[in-house]
Structures are given as C-alpha cells and as structure tokens.
C-alpha cells in the first residue's frame, strides 16, 4: 500500500482486523516527507522506491500479489509509477482516490489549476489578509506579494523566511467550524487558499468561509494515471480480499487444480 492519507491508515487498519487465513501482510509505504508517521497497522517502509525501476524491483523481491495506491489526491508522480511498475510486472493496482469537492450555491471559489495560478488569483482579487491552508512543502509562489498578510497553517513549521508578512499557526486536523471561524475572524481573513484534496478531514474551513462569505482560491489535482480507482475505504477493502491472495471475504479458498 503506497500510503500519506488518512485513507490508507483507515484501510491498513481494516486489512488486519479481518480475519483472513493465510493473514495479508500489508506493506505500507510513506515517502518519509514527515517526521512522525502516526501508528498503524501493517509493515511499515519509508522513503522512495528510486523510480519505477526501483518499484520494479520491489515488487519482485517483496513478492507483491497486488498494490494499493492510497497515496494523497496531490501526490503527482508517484501514482503513475505505480501504473508504469505494476503493468510491467502485471501486478493488479487499485487507486484509492477521494472524491474532489463540490461548490455550492453559497460558495465563493476561485478554481486554478497551481500555486503559482492561485498566486496570481491573490493579486487579481486584491485579497489583503489570506489564509494559506495549501501545505507548508511549496510556498514559494506566494513570497513576492509583500502587500499581503499571511496566515500560514501547517502540521510542522514551514520555511517562510522569504515571506515579508507572515504568521505561522502550526495546527494538525481535524478541526471544528466553529474553530475555522475563530481563526479567520482573529486574523481577518478575506480569501484562504487550499488545494482541493477532497474528503471530510479539512472541510470545515470551506463551511466556515460559506459562513463569513470568505472567498476560497481551490488548487485543482494534478493529473491520474487512467488505472482502476475507488472512492471509499470499504470498496478498496473488497478489492484487496479479491487480489490479495486466494482469499473470498476473509476465507481461504483451496488452490486451484495444477
Ligand atoms: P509524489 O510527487 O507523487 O512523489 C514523489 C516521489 O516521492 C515519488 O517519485 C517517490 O519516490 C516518492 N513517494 C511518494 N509517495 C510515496 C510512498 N507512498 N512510498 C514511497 N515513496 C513515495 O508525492 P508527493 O506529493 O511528494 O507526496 C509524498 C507523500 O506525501 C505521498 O505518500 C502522499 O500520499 C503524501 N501526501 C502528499 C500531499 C500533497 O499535497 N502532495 C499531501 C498529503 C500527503 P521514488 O521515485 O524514489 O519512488
């Protein structure tokens, strides 16, 4: 399992307490972009494969009957390793991909395509006090507008030393509505920026922003490798039960004649 979401955590967790006979044993594999990785089930391997050759390699060596990419809507390029690793070594693959959100009526959102277009959309809307909720990894694009005042929220402190205005409130998910609110109306906030991971974990500040009628600058997900993909925990649970061995719904099958 290529993992980084809460999803893969949820799905890791739901593999071993199914009682299955052979067990699965689940890999779960972090790039090792945080320093902590919270507990959960599974063998756990940090750090990257070296390319697809080097994926190639692991699927091999490890024996891998089938992989699960659970990797984050926002992870570009591991996910069409996968693909490249798994059809060369014909290994079944399944993405585990949130849905993306939806905008409603009483939404103010601004829809780009990157960080350096949401950039740009800040200076278009003249936003003044802006809420950077898009991760602490790429907040170069945002360093040359010195007329604005950033709030920048992340797990673990990010580098804003290029920043003119910036003030760092370092915060782990999830949140409440009611705490959203509090933030932007104690920093004044006028446009927050987030990429559009999908999913419930980070949704309250885009209630909150439909609340004070904040507009919303949404990152839209980089391109997927056109591969099989599911949207919740218990259908990509069906699927490893079906792939992982010759196991139906926790029970082992006989091995097939010959
Ligand atoms: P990425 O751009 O798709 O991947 C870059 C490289 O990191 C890959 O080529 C691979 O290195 C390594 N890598 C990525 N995911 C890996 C995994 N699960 N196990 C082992 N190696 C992995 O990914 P990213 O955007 O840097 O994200 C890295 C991780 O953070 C992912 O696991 C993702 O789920 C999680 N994450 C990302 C975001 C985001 O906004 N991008 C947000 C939350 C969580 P090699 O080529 O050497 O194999």
Known sequence: MLAGTTEARQLAEAIATTRSSPPIVVTVSFAGRTSKT??????????????IDGLVAFLRDQRIDAVLDATHPFAAIMPFHAAAACESTNTPLLRLLRPAWDMTQR??????????????????????????????????????????????????????????????????GPFTVESEITLLQRRSIDT??????????????LEAARRLGITVVIVDRPPSPDVATVSTVDEALTWVLEHAGPFEHGVAMPDAPG
């Open 38 to 51: 919270t507990p959960m089930a599974g063998e756990i391997r940090v750090g990257g494969f070296g390319g």
């Open 107 to 172: 939404d103010r959102w601004v829809r780009v395509a990157s960080l350096q277009l949401a950039a740009r959309a800040l200076r278009t809307l003249g936003s003044k006090h802006v809420l950077l909720a898009s991760g602490r990894q790429e907040l170069a694009p945002f360093a040359a507008l010195d007329d604005v005042e950033f709030t920048v929220r992340s797990i673990e402190p990010p580098d804003v030393s290029g920043f003119t205005h910036a003030e760092v409130v370092l915060e782990r």
């Open 192 to 205: 927050i920026v987030t990429k559009d991971s999908g999913g419930s974990a980070t949704i309250e500040k």
